[in-house]
């Protein structure tokens, strides 16, 4: 099965890609005539960097174009090493730009990558060209003596990039350039996860390699097989899995002349962490995962990360994963950690904020702030005889007829909306009882018994009706406060105020098929009448008219056809009929 794509052509696609890139940065990027390169459009007279390869890992590498960054990126077809004669055309416009103080070229350690860049730098060397290539090998997945081509590079190039390119806009030499990106890379260790394969446009699906309930660690950003298939985990297993992996792998330092690998992070490291989503993961799972790599590293290893960079680096088109890249800097110099945190204007670089304090003071929650106490409230003179046990009375009357009619409000709202409306009446009518009978309500006084019932409704209820009712009650108890005396009309007149407020923040009216049938007309004759029974009367007759309604203009109903709700009232309708009915 071919999957679907926002694209044109599949043969097309990166020209497409281009000239969407060109249209959304058009003062900072040109293409190269007759070659899919990208070039700042304002380069620095300082050495140049480009770097590239296939397509389909954006905003690798034409994203990281711009001052302290990249100079130049060449695009090869998705997934594919850019031709020999783009890279050079790249080296050669790059030469010009800079007359000739040096071109480096930022090579992923991948074969086709190595040769067509490596025969670029060559040919360019022949014409007197100033050109040196790096390759960057990072990723942990595979054994150090893979055969002749070693680790792949995958999202610690996007580091190396930043770093070379604040040197080179530092004036560093080509040669001081090639020496601090190799210190770079010796620090660099990335490992990745995958939940499911990568599409590409106009291939076949690949997720029969991964199952519903299996995860793939360390699968190259091209989808090519990585160190194991695994059970699916959590988040923290995940983060804990990854990092144990990559110390493991360790990195190679030379001693007495020998090379010696040891552990990739010890005790009291300062660590750079940059968490790259593989193209198809959203921010939501990201953060987890960054929350559970940041608390591993800092509880388990006991190092400082003082650098967190988060988001998408080096993609894999649409891959659901994730790659941890570690960067060393407690072996660095104090120059590289300079360069990293230098600012560049490449689009799509976001500067993260260095972290001194262990641990991170970020996740120092601030001490809540305590509610106003009800005493400091302004409390007009009640005229009302016997409010408090009146009160009692009928919060009771009201929060026990909604308990007893869970079933037939879930009933009705299973039919027109998500099946909750019973159960979410119930939750806050039960917290309004326990804390009636424990004192949580104050019920001396309209402002404070109404502003308590609020409270109620606000911790248990939840949802759109939670919310409502909420806004309501803490209506009611502000326009109550306003008053200079409070008497029964004045109560009618704080519901009517309440059901203002519903009109104005919901939208919701007469006719729209929500609660609001039964609470204007049963306000409405408070108002008018100052007669509870009759308000009650209305109320019902409102719930009964939304049974007759044949469309809804708001809540969960808006989304049904009018034969799924003729017949079936509103059950938020029917909630305020039962409530009204209950206490006249």
Known sequence: MVVKKIINDPKNAVEDFIGGILATYPNRFKKLQNHDVLLDANPSNTVQLISGGGCGHEPSHAGWIGKGMLSGAVLGGIFASPSVSAVLAAIRAAAASNKNRGVLLIVKNYTGDRLNFGMACEQAAQSNINCRMVVVADDCA???????????????????????????????TLDEIVDIVSEVCSQIGTLGVSLDAVTVPGAKSLNARLDDVTIEIGLGIHGEAGMRQVPLMTANEIARDLLKSIQEYGRAVTRNGKEDIIPFIEQGDDICLLINNLGGTSNFELAIFTGAVVSELEKVYKVQVSRLFVGSYMTAFDTHGASI?????????????????????????????????????????????KQVNESLLKKPTLQIAGFDELSRSLVLKAVQRLSENETVLTKYDTIVGDGDCGITMKRGANEIEKRLSNGGIDITHPVSLFSNIADAISFAMGGTSGFLLELLFRRMSSFAAGQKKIDAADISSAFMAGVDALRIYGGATIGSRTMMDALIPAAKSLVENSDLKLAAANAKLGAEKTAKMKLASAGRSNYLNAETLEGTPDPGAVAVSLVFDAIS
């Open 142 to 172: 595979l054994q150090r003596q893979k055969g002749i081509t070693g680790q792949r590079g995958v999202a610690g190039i996007c580091l190396v990039h930043k770093v070379a390119g604040a040197a080179a806009e530092a004036r560093k």
């Open 325 to 369: 890249t570690i960067f060393n800097l407690s072996n660095v110099s104090d120059q590289i950690k300079t360069f990293l945190d230098a600012p560049c204007s490449a689009p799509s670089w976001v500067e993260c904020d260095p972290v001194t304090a262990h641990p991170r003071n970020s996740l120092e929650e601030l001490p809540e702030v």
